[in-house]
């Protein structure tokens, strides 16, 4: 299973940017996926998730900016950010929690960097 992820790139602060994630291989569904995102000096943490019936969980310093969306057709999901601060500066890891050959398994896209400028 392999997560394509796209979408990043250098915005001014209140700019937008729309972040993709696409898992490919051979797996029977996709139970919740998620982003998350690692700035430089700390530890990755967790910007939305939403499970496969679309329930949705975001991190309080994205929340009202970022939307968490998913197509289960495509396999794909989506982050799209508004308002974008400086401090939302990291590389974006997508996630997915597949169900392969009777198990659980998570895996985790290349990462696609996202830097505000000021």
């Known amino acids: 299973v392999q997560l394509q992820a796209s979408g990043g790139g250098l915005v001014q602060a209140g700019g937008s940017l729309r972040l993709s994630c696409v898992a490919s291989?051979?797996?029977?569904?996709?139970?919740?996926m998620g982003w998350y995102r690692q700035a430089p000096g700390k530890q990755r943490e967790l910007v939305a998730s939403?499970?496969?019936?679309?329930?949705?969980k975001y991190a309080d310093s994205v929340k009202g900016r970022f939307t968490i969306s998913r197509d289960n057709a495509k396999n794909t999901v989506y982050l799209q950010m508004n308002s974008l601060k400086p401090e939302d500066t990291a590389v974006y890891y997508c996630?997915?929690?597949?169900?392969?050959?009777?198990?659980?398994?998570?895996?985790w896209g290349q990462g696609t960097l996202v830097t505000v400028s000021s």
């Open positions: 291989g051979r797996f029977y569904s996709i139970n919740d």
């Open positions: 939403i499970t496969s019936g679309g329930s949705t």
């Open positions: 996630n997915a929690d597949v169900n392969r050959y009777g198990l659980r398994m998570d895996y």
